[in-house]
């Protein structure tokens, strides 16, 4: 009887049920979510293009100019933030359209221009908005439409979402993002986005190990939310600079001793490798 009870056991594990008495070892569930996201085009190249040359989920995604919208998902009410980045160094006009207006730059300005704004949503349309902002360099010349998009949620929906980014401010994709108790997501764009639609509640959202809650200092990878409405939360991949000084002997027919090189001190930014969950 002992050892039908084992074998009993034994195929049990090999299935990945648990065992009477205990849990699974990972409860999670993929939390329900949105329709996926609008994406912004790419091309091989980093040449501008057109959402409908790739069809209509894609946005347009122009070189010469940056559109950022944050959060990504709101309600009724919420303000968002909107950044407009002209990639420049002489002879720009960034058309943000309201609220941000119009700025423009003289030909001996260098650098890039920040254009950045804010917006009360007040729109009765739920579901994906798109916004557009028009770069142009000499124009009418040369032209290019940049798009981003915002989720408004309805009355009774209820979401998490942040971005997750590498230590350059890259987005990461494929990144499981843990929120308890019972879910998880996953970011699912080359942007680092990912969102979930709950129910009211208070959560723990947490990153895999080596990134960190974006404007949390020390470093922390969880962050706990009470949920009435639509929160963000976003994660960057740790990052450490390493510094050193770098010396030569010298020697005498007496004694030696060490002495820095010229221009010897030196710092470099390095990445954390995170552990993929």
Same mark, same amino acid.
Not at 20 to 31: E, I, L, N, R, V
Not at 248 to 263: F, G, L, Q, S, Y
């Given at each position: 009887m002992r050892r039908l009870l084992v074998a009993v056991a034994f195929?049990?594990?090999?299935?990945?049920?648990?065992?009477?008495?205990?849990?699974?070892?990972?409860?999670?569930?993929?939390?329900?979510? !949105? #329709? +996926?996201?609008?994406?912004?085009?790419?091309?091989?190249?980093?040449?501008?293009?057109?959402?409908? &040359? @790739?069809?209509?989920?894609?946005?347009?995604?122009?070189?010469?100019?940056?559109l950022t919208i944050a959060p990504h998902i709101v309600k009724v009410g919420q303000t968002i933030d909107i950044t407009m980045d002209a990639f420049a160094t002489s002879d720009w006009t960034a058309?943000?359209?309201?609220?941000?207006?119009?700025?423009?730059?003289?030909?001996?300005?260098?650098?890039?221009?920040?254009?950045?704004?804010?917006?009360?949503?007040?729109?009765?349309?739920?579901?994906?908005?798109?916004?557009?902002?028009?770069?142009?360099? !000499? #124009? +009418?010349?040369?032209?290019?439409?940049?798009?981003?998009?915002?989720?408004?949620?309805?009355?009774? &929906? @209820?979401?998490?979402?942040?971005?997750?980014?590498?230590?350059?401010?890259?987005?990461?994709?494929?990144?499981r993002v843990d929120i308890s108790p019972g879910y998880y997501a996953m970011t699912e764009n080359t942007n680092g986005f990912y969102q979930a639609l709950l129910k009211k509640g208070k959560y723990t959202v947490t990153a895999p190990a080596g990134y960190c809650v974006n404007g949390v200092r020390p470093c922390t990878r969880s962050k706990v939310v009470n949920l009435t409405g639509a929160t963000a939360v976003d994660f960057q991949e740790q990052g450490y600079e390493l510094?050193?000084?770098?010396?030569?002997?010298?020697?005498?027919?007496?004694?030696?001793?060490?002495?820095?090189?010229?221009?010897?001190?030196?710092?470099?930014a390095a990445a954390a490798t995170p552990t993929k969950p």
């Open positions: 195929l049990l594990v090999l299935a990945g049920l648990p065992l009477a008495g205990g849990a699974s070892p990972d409860a999670a569930k993929p939390a329900p979510k !949105l #329709p +996926p996201a609008p994406i912004k085009c790419q091309t091989p190249d980093g040449d501008g293009c057109y959402g409908w &040359q @790739y069809g209509p989920e894609y946005m347009d995604n122009t070189f010469i100019g940056e058309q943000a359209g309201a609220p941000c207006g119009e700025i423009k730059r003289g030909a001996t300005t260098g650098g890039d221009i920040d254009a950045k704004c804010t917006q009360k949503m007040t729109s009765p349309t739920h579901g994906w908005l798109r916004f557009a902002g028009t770069f142009c360099y !000499l #124009p +009418p010349i040369n032209c290019g439409t940049e798009q981003e998009a915002l989720y408004l949620l309805a009355a009774d &929906q @209820y979401a998490i979402s942040g971005m997750v980014k590498d230590a350059a401010g890259k987005g990461v994709r494929g990144v510094s050193g000084t770098v010396t030569k002997k010298e020697c005498t027919p007496r004694a030696c001793k060490r002495a820095p090189m010229p221009a010897s001190p030196w710092s470099r």
